[in-house]
């Protein structure tokens, strides 16, 4: 009798027979329609059926295949397995980063998501990635640890204009080391004063930066050094539930932050 690897195998090392199977478990195929499909050759295809009904996989209906019970049981387990390898390829580099202690998140709903990473030629790709999204959000929540000086300006010119609504959870130190500028302090100021916006604050601190705008949910991911390594957005239904849910929980759990709170700042 086979092993279970051996059979892992059987079918990894070719790309044919996982996408025959494959389709052959979402219903009946001729021989040609499963060539045409696959882009396999007849006498490949033809090696490939017979190992299928030797294995029980597949079984004739008429000029046709279909896959068995056991088959479809197969092939959902490959279906699976590749997309949770190819959803751990695109996270692989930065993976590192992922505070995945602060994620109730599956991280196969990150298969589809947009990773932005610095490059060479563009070392602050991440941070421009969020400010593409800020400068075309109407509604952006956000919980995170960080606030940094380009997004403020960002959103407070937007709300300033009343192209949007802002509402943000921030740990004390993130307030606090705006607070201690003067430029910044007076844009954070003119903020939390805006009747387009409303900032909380946690002493617990938040351990995770998250933005929500509009749809999009943007994870942004920092090294222990806090220096910005990726930018993770996606519109997937299940991220952006978490990510709304938790929002909520940090707003709950948050104190107001009032303009009285810059008041003897000079």
Do not use: K
Request: charged share 30%.
């Amino acid at each position: 009798m086979e092993s279970a690897l051996e059979e892992i195998e059987f079918l990894a090392l070719s790309e044919n027979r996982v996408d025959a199977l494959a389709l052959l478990a979402e219903g009946r195929r001729t021989r040609s329609e499963l060539a045409e499909a696959t882009g396999a050759s007849q006498a490949t295809l033809g090696r490939i059926l017979r190992d299928f009904e030797e294995r029980s996989w597949i079984g004739r209906d008429g000029d046709a295949y279909v896959a068995t019970a056991t088959g479809r049981l197969v092939a959902a387990g490959m279906t699976e397995l590749r997309e949770i390898l190819e959803t751990e390829l695109r996270l692989r580099e930065v993976v590192d980063y992922l505070p995945t202690h602060a994620m109730d998140v599956d991280l196969r709903r990150l298969a589809d998501a947009t990773i932005t990473q610095p490059t060479q030629m563009r070392p602050n790709a991440p941070l421009s990635r969020l400010l593409e999204l800020l400068r075309e959000g109407e509604e952006v929540r956000t919980f995170s640890h960080a606030f940094n000086e380009q997004t403020l300006t960002v959103v407070e010119d937007r709300t300033a204009a009343g192209e949007q609504r802002f509402e943000g959870v921030f740990s004390r130190r993130a307030i606090d080391a705006l607070a201690g500028e003067s430029a910044l302090r007076d844009r954070l100021r003119s903020l939390v004063a805006s009747d387009q916006a409303e900032l909380r604050v946690r002493d617990e601190g938040v351990p995770i930066a998250v933005m929500i705008v509009d749809d999009v949910v943007c994870l942004l991911l920092r090294d222990d050094s806090g220096v910005l390594r990726a930018a993770i957005d996606t519109d997937d239904p299940a991220v952006r539930s978490w990510a709304r849910d938790t929002y909520e929980d940090y707003w709950q759990a948050a104190d107001p932050l009032e303009v009285d709170a810059f008041a003897s700042e000079s």
